[in-house]
């Protein structure tokens, strides 16, 4: 038998109230494309935020659009999707 320690509190944001995740998501994108030499406009980036839907858009859905939108070589959509769960909490800030 193992034993288990009880969760004493959960804690959900849905809606960008304690944190601004996204802008979190944004600055990771930024960070993303700058990094890999990737050229993009504003129209890129307000396409990719509409593309996310705020996270609502499946994460590995989101991936693969993203890889094969701007076809970088060194990521698959499922290392692209593994590097922005290692990477996005280096961008959230709480939300103002």
């Not at 993303?32 to 858009?57: A, M, Q, V, Y």
């Amino acid at each position: 038998m193992s034993s288990t320690t009880p969760i004493k509190n959960l804690l959900f944001d849905l809606d960008n109230t304690l944190i601004d995740r996204d802008l979190a998501f944004k600055k990771l994108i930024l960070y993303f494309l700058l990094l890999h030499n990737i050229p993009f406009s504003k129209e890129d980036i307000r396409n990719i935020l509409e593309k996310d839907n705020h996270g609502f858009t499946k994460r590995r859905d989101f991936a693969h659009w993203f890889i094969q939108k701007y076809q970088t070589t060194n990521f698959s959509p499922e290392t692209f999707y593994e590097w922005q769960i290692a990477k996005i909490a280096k961008f959230i800030s709480p939300a103002n």
